[in-house]
Every structure is written in structure tokens, then in C-alpha cells.
């Protein structure tokens, strides 16, 4: 693409700021939707590979490459940077160019990594299981070299997404994965049609997790098809980028010193991230270990976890990640402006709001957990679903401080201040991988899973703590008064909300009854009602009590319904 000579003021001005509520629901929509198709996708990958099968834990670990890897490049070195420094670059004259520049580097080390890692497959796959045998790990390296070129669209995607979110341009970042989501369905459906459904074995046999029964052709068709989705999800940012006035240009060099802010964030950004990843993999060396080869319904697995993970993260992706979003735009504005007050207010909203809708998911997700898995695996059998359930209640726990953790991250990165979040990664790191390698040392497998989830809990509210102590002391307090009245009054709310939540599941069939699509169905409507309920009766009582974040949340979308309805 080149830049035309009539387009540089528009690529210079962003649009003007969104008001938040406006914001969380663009992005929350298009997370929705993106999430609903995610949710179709993955109980077809579990109706074609499985749950806790090694055929599925095989290919949860090559697929966790290029996500880990992502994470580190992409989400971790790039996301730390890139927003500040593009809303600054697009505030001065001649700003377009330092982006280019940005784009353009970043581009051309991502191919360069995924080149280099796509070549050590089989040293990642190593590196990231334990007590496999040689055929699952195998099998695992040949889906792992399909999927870690998946690295290379994931840092397009998040680079072209941060131009858009820096002008304001929500919409197209958040709705790009639903392209991603419809291609993996497209081949699910394709590679079922060929290679029908995964049975369980019968007793005695040996479960199909060998090569030799994983073809060439199915291989690729499963992992391949999940890259041409990655491929789809960067490639749709383009228009949006083009439409909105901006248009890509080659640019290697600059001046000397104007990416020195990025390096010294993506620098410290980079080792926290390191840190982060290595916590991962010793985790998922214990997950893998639990259930390593032969199937074993009851226990879960590294796949039972991602089933988990996914579940735990729809509420903080739809709504969360939205309110953070939006937020980075502002306080970054806002910082660059030296506004600290504004700061300050932006914080203390960021937190309120985040911590009121948090608490409502994380009493439903607890509640409601074996109803919630039944519908996200209608084709595992009540064993399995009881086993990813016990992982999701544990993990739940940990979602107010997920947002919360996240959104504080932000705010160092809005700050410039990345040392503080790697300083803090190393004890989180380590409360993770401790709780995790001493369940495996203390408990039987079946419960290694579990701790694997607790200790992402501590580390959750480990970065919370320390993260809040460093904020407070350089934006000069946290509007704790306000926070603390509006977190005690939501837990309020969230008594009678889990009584509520408690009284639905014991009322409910019981989980052995709810099998076939009939049984899904009736799951999926308790759970829909249930969650309905719990949430009246959650906003009444917040409503008593006069807390207004949960309405700056929900009413841009009450107000478009209505909208619609007239």
C-alpha cells in the first residue's frame, strides 16, 4: 500500500474520543459474537478430537505455541508500546511516518520469528509436555508445525488493530476474530464429514492418538484450516485501516532516537512476558503429566484446561477487555496531555466498573459451572464434564482480580514503565508454578489440573496487590475510599445473587441425566434463566444501594435495543 498525498491529515488526526459506555459496547458486541461462534468451534473440535484424549491434549499443546508465542511478541513486547506511542505519533506533524516505521519493523520480525520457530517444533513441543510418549509427541510436532505460523497473522492482527484502536477505530479489532471463528467452523464441519466423530474407546482398547491413524491429510485439514482463520482474522483489518484514512507505507529508517521510548518499554515488556511464558510452560509440563497418554475420562487434562480457560475468559474478553480498551485510548491521551487528575478518574472508573461486573460473572461461572460445561461440551460424556467443571469453579475465582490486573498493567504501560511490571511478573511466576508443582507432588493427577488453576488464582491476586501499591504511589492514590464503598456494596449484592446460584444447581437434573442434544438443550435453558435471575436480582440490590457502574455498563446497550425495538 502507499500513502496518498491527500490523506496525510486524516491519517494524522485521529477521531474524536468515544464516551466509554459507547465504546464497551462496540467492542463488547463484536466480542460476543466472536465468542459465540468460539463456542461452536471448540464443542466441535471436542465432538472431532475429544477432551481429556490424547489427541486432543496434543493438539491443545501445538496450538498453545503460537499463542505463548504471540503472547510474547505480539500481546506482551507490541500491545506495550504500541498504543501510547501511536496516539503520540499521531498527535504530532509528521506522526504517520514514525507509525509506518513501527508497522513495518514489527512486521518484518514476526516473520522472522515465525520462521525460526516453525523450524523448532519438535523442541517446542519438548519444552511444553511431560511423560508423553514418543507417537503423541509425535503427533503433537506435526500439528505444531501447521499451527505456529499462526505467529506471523497474530502480530499483523495485533499491529494494524492497535493503529485502529489508537484512532478510536474499536469496531474492526474487536470483530475480525468472528471471521477467524466462521473459517473454523467451515472445517470442523468439513473434517467431521470425512473423518467422522471421536468415540471414546471401549474398555481395554487403545485410544486412537497414534500417527499412524492421523493421516497426513487429516492433520493439515484440523491445524491448517485454524491458520487460514488467523490468515483471514489480519487480512479484514485492512479496510477498515484504508477506510478510515490510513494506508500503509514501507519505512525501515528514521531519525535517530524516535523509537527509543518503544524499545525501552518493549524491552522490560519483553522480560515480563519471558517470565509469564516460562510459568506457562512449567504449568502445562504438570497438566500434560496428569493425563499424558492413555484416556482417563475423570481426569482432566491440559485440553480439559483450555476448555476451562476459555469459559473463565468469555466474561473478562466481552465486557472487560472492552472497558480496558477503550480506557488505554483515553489515559493515554490523557497522560500525554499531563492531565493527572484525568488519570486518576479514568483509574478509579476502570476499577469500579471492572470489579462490579466481575463479581456478578464470577457468582455465576462458580454456580453455575457443570450446567455452563454440559452446554460448551454437549459431546463429552458427564465424567468429563464434571472434571472441566471443577477446574472452571476454581479458576472463576480468580476473575475480579484478572481484570483488575490487567486493567493496572495498562496504566504502567500508559506511564511508560515497564520495569515495574516485569519486577512484579517474578513472584507471580512463582506463586503459579509452586502451587502447581506442589499439587502434582502432593495430590493424585486427578486434582493437578485443579491446582494448576488455583495457582493462577494467587498469582492473579499477587499482581493485584503489588500492581495497586506501585499506582498509588505514582499517580498519587487510587480513589480508594470510592473503590472500597463500591466493592463492599457489590458483594452485598453477590449474597443473595449466590444463594440464588446455589438453589438453581441443586434443583437442576442431575448431570448424568443431561446427555443427548435433549439434555443439552435443557442445560443451555437453565443456564440462560439462571443467569438471567442472578442478574436481576445482583442490579436490583446494586440498585438499593446506589452503585451506578453497573449502569454505565449496560445502559448503551439497553438504549440500542430499545432503538430497535422502536
Known sequence: ????????????????????????????????????????????????????????????????????????????????????????????????????????????????????????????????????SPALVALATAFALWCIPQLFFYGMYTLMGQVLNARSQFGPFMWAPAVNNVIGIAGLIAYLAIFGQYAIPPDGATPTVFTETWSPGRIALLAGVATAGIAAQAAILVWPLIRGGYRWRWTWRGPKGELRGIRVVASWALGAVIVEQIAVALTSRVATAANPND????????????????????????????????????????????????????????????????????????????????????????????????????????????????????????????????????????????????????????????????????????????????????????????????YGKSMLAALPTAALGWLILHVAPPLESLVGWSGVIQAAVICILGAIVMTVVYGVVLRLLRVEEMTQIVAPVMRKLGRQVR
Open 295 to 486: 484416556f482417563n475420562p475423570e481426569i482432566a487434562g491440559n485440553a480439559a484446561y483450555y476448555n476451562a480457560l476459555i469459559i473463565y475468559l468469555m466474561p473478562h474478553s466481552v465486557v472487560t477487555v472492552s472497558i480496558v480498551t477503550a480506557l488505554f485510548t483515553s489515559m493515554s491521551a490523557l497522560r500525554n496531555s499531563g492531565n493527572l487528575d484525568g488519570l486518576r478518574t479514568e483509574i478509579s472508573r476502570g476499577i469500579r466498573m471492572i470489579g462490579v461486573f466481575t463479581l456478578l460473572a464470577t457468582v455465576i461461572l462458580v454456580a453455575l459451572a457443570p450446567l455452563i460445561v454440559r452446554v460448551a461440551l454437549p459431546s463429552a460424556e458427564p465424567v468429563v464434564v464434571m472434571s472441566v467443571a471443577e477446574v472452571l469453579m476454581v479458576m472463576s475465582l480468580g476473575l475480579v482480580p484478572l481484570g483488575l490486573m490487567v486493567l493496572m498493567k495498562y496504566v504502567f504501560f500508559v506511564l511508560e514503565d515497564a520495569k515495574s511490571i516485569f519486577l512484579i511478573h517474578i513472584p507471580m511466576a512463582i506463586a503459579w508454578v509452586g502451587i502447581a508443582w506442589l499439587g502434582r507432588s502432593l495430590l493424585e493427577p486427578r486434582w493437578w489440573v485443579v491446582m494448576v488453576a488455583f495457582g493462577m488464582v494467587a498469582s492473579n491476586i499477587i499482581a493485584v496487590a503489588l500492581r495497586a501499591g506501585g499506582l498509588r504511589r505514582r499517580v498519587g492514590g487510587l480513589d480508594g475510599r470510592r473503590v472500597g464503598l463500591t
Open 1 to 132: 500500500m502507499t500513502e496518498p498525498t491527500d490523506g496525510a491529515d486524516a491519517a494524522r488526526t485521529p477521531p474524536a474520543r468515544r464516551n466509554i459506555g459507547r465504546s464497551t459496547t462496540i467492542m463488547a458486541s463484536g466480542t460476543i459474537v466472536s465468542r459465540g461462534l468460539g463456542f461452536v468451534r471448540n464443542a466441535l473440535l471436542a465432538g472431532a478430537i475429544g477432551v481429556n484424549a490424547g489427541a486432543a491434549n496434543a493438539y491443545e499443546v501445538a496450538n498453545k505455541i503460537p499463542n505463548s508465542l504471540y503472547a510474547i511478541l505480539a500481546a506482551g513486547v507490541l500491545n506495550a508500546a504500541l498504543v501510547p506511542q501511536i496516539v503520540k505519533a499521531f498527535q504530532r506533524e509528521g506522526g504517520k511516518r514514525t507509525v509506518d516505521r513501527i508497522l513495518t519493523i514489527g512486521g518484518v520480525i514476526s516473520l522472522a520469528v515465525t520462521i525460526v520457530f516453525t523450524a523448532g517444533a519438535a523442541i517446542l513441543v519438548r519444552l511444553y509436555s511431560d511423560q508423553w
